[in-house]
């Protein structure tokens, strides 16, 4: 045997070993070490049996002999499969000490980075493990936040334990600079969201988010937003009449699972042509699922150990994901397999053929690309995932704010209902062309949707670096937060910020208003395709 056959190994150049950028050389260079070592051992173990070879090697024949009899000596008796545990759990050992190490220059690596990034953003003081997590309990991150936000103007870094930190953006300038770009949404808290929705329009990217956007727009032209109106109309009398049965009873009644069911039934009767009977059903299992998941998926945002896929899985909590996310995707199933097994049916093909607008699930079925290939399943599944949660728990959210702002400010609530009874005259139901006249409701949904936007902020990751208006940057790779929320609370755009005011939407004062200073749907081209939807839901409602 030669000596490269008994060693075999080189040892990495100065160079490599330095390089740890990649951390590679530095594992390479323990392995090679433990390598290096082999062969002597094998040598002296063949010793035992062939005694002469790799003679080369060998300073000293009787101290090896000796250990080569202990070694036998102390072996386990699966030994006969050629395998030293020992050996092994040295390699394991060693193994482990390096992935730890590794782990820690890379964590280091990664904290002195986010704190150059945003050394020119002042914060909030942080706590060195925590971040700002441990000030941020459950219901508390938008009072705190807005408490903070008058201290540091524009945006100010929010650290979610050592590791991780958005840039999060309070004012409108800030805001446009970033909706301007094409930068995709942040692999943190959406990630988190992926096993529920799967990849659909919300968090794709790319060509394929491109694609999808192109595809699915069609389904929310005007023309079949007006078909709506009478199904929405319908579903919100189903809720009524359930209310005018609980009002009976003269106990308080929690108001957001009703109108939950209610957006559920409707997007379900608009996007799917799907009668659910949900708001009857005495118990709905996707709703219930739709609430655990958003607690769930919020909670796991906070505890940064359940940052990890394993972590998570493993504990009680990533279980209650994973039943809540079965059960939703039950729901979802049954919505396309039911549509699919209807479609076998001559008849009914030839019906959607004849529709002269296709829904939601039509299009998504009948989609094909250039190569005349229909989506995957797994890509219409994300697609109803998507549609079916966004497409009624944001609406449901700003329905029940502006029931309680309705409730607060009763003489809005009056002046809205007069509108509406003026322009309904002796009819009971609201049509199409009604919406546009709704001058002053509309005022209100807008002004309801300033104070409490249903989604409170968007984020995403910096695909290259960001210049902001005052000169401040951010490298590529950052994490910003938009936060809808407090930009709707900017004292240096909105005067009082906290009062009620329906007339800042009034034509005169929003033609004076920076543009990015109400976003309650976004801005730029990732804004949200429902809005035309959500809104005709509202008035209707
Ligand atoms: C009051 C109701 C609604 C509000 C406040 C709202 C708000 C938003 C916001 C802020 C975004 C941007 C999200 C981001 O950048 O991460 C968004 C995106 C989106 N929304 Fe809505 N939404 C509402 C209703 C709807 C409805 C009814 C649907 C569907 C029928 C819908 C479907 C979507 C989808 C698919 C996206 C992703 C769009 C894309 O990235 O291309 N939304 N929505």
């Known amino acids: 045997m030669s000596p490269r056959g008994c060693a075999g190994w080189t040892l990495p150049s100065n160079k490599d070993s330095h390089d740890l950028a990649t951390n590679q050389p530095l594992k390479s260079f323990l392995f090679a070490q433990y390598w290096l070592r082999l062969p002597d051992y094998n040598c002296s173990k063949r010793r035992v049996r062939q005694d002469n070879e790799c003679s080369l090697r060998e300073p000293n024949r009787s101290s090896r ?190 108001l957001f699972e009703h109108v939950s069911l209610m957006t559920l039934d409707s997007i379900m009767k608009c996007a799917f042509s799907y009668q659910s009977n949900c708001q009857t059903d005495r118990e709905n299992s996707y709703i219930r699922a739709v609430f655990d998941l958003s607690y769930l998926v919020d909670q796991r945002l906070r505890i940064f150990p359940y940052h990890n896929d394993l972590i998570y899985w493993l504990s009680p909590h990533g279980f209650q994901f994973r039943k809540a996310c079965q059960l939703a995707h039950r729901h979802t199933d049954k919505v396309i397999r039911e549509r699919k097994e209807s479609l076998k049916d001559e008849r009914e093909r030839e019906k959607v053929q004849k529709k002269r607008h296709l829904d939601f699930l039509d299009i998504l079925l009948h989609a094909k690309d250039e190569n005349g290939a229909g989506l995957s399943d797994e890509d219409l599944r994300a697609e109803v995932d998507t549609f079916m949660f966004e497409g009624h728990d944001t609406t449901a959210s700003g329905i029940s704010w502006l029931l309680y702002c309705m409730a607060l400010y009763p003489e809005h609530q009056q002046r809205c209902r007069e509108e509406i009874k003026e322009i309904l005259g002796d009819r009971t139901t609201i049509q199409w062309d009604d919406l546009g006249k709704m001058t002053y409701s509309t005022m209100c949904i807008k002004e309801s949707f ?20 005052d000169g401040r940057t951010l490298p590529e790779g950052s994490l910003v937060a938009v936060s809808i929320y407090l930009i709707h609370r900017n004292p240096s755009m909105w005067k009082d910020p906290l009062v009620f005011d329906p007339w800042r939407f009034s034509p005169e004062n929003v033609s004076d208003r920076h543009s990015h200073a109400f976003l309650p749907f976004a801005a730029g081209s990732r804004n949200c395709i429902g809005q035309q939807f959500a809104m005709t839901e509202l008035k209707v409602a």
């Open 65 to 254: 002999n000796m250990t080569s009899v202990l070694e036998r000596g102390l072996k386990p008796s699966w030994s006969w499969l050629g395998v030293d545990i020992y050996r092994v759990f040295h390699l394991a050992a060693v193994f482990g000490l390096t992935c730890v190490l590794l782990k820690v220059i890379q964590l280091y690596h990664r904290r002195q980075e986010l704190i150059k990034a945003f050394s020119s953003f002042p914060s909030h003081p942080t706590h060195w493990l925590y971040g700002h997590v441990h000030e941020l309990l459950q219901g508390e991150i938008l009072n705190k936040t807005e408490l903070w936000s008058q201290k540091y103007p524009y945006a100010f870094p929010l650290w979610f334990g050592s590791f991780s930190a958005f840039l999060n953006i309070t004012h409108p300038d800030y805001a446009k600079a970033v909706f301007a770009r094409g930068d995709p949404k942040d692999n943190v808290s959406y990630r988190h969201i992926v096993p529920w929705i799967g990849k659909g329009l919300l968090v794709l990217h790319g060509p394929k988010w491109y694609q999808h956007r192109k595809l699915l727009t069609p389904g929310f032209h005007y023309d079949i937003l007006k078909l709506y109106v009478p199904l929405i109309a319908d579903s919100t009398k189903v809720m009524l009449d359930k209310w005018e049965q609980l009002i009976t009873q003269e106990k308080s009644v929690e």
């Open 450 to 469: 300033r104070l409490y936007p249903p989604v409170p902020g968007v984020s995403r990751q910096l695909s290259k670096p960001i210049t902001f208006h």
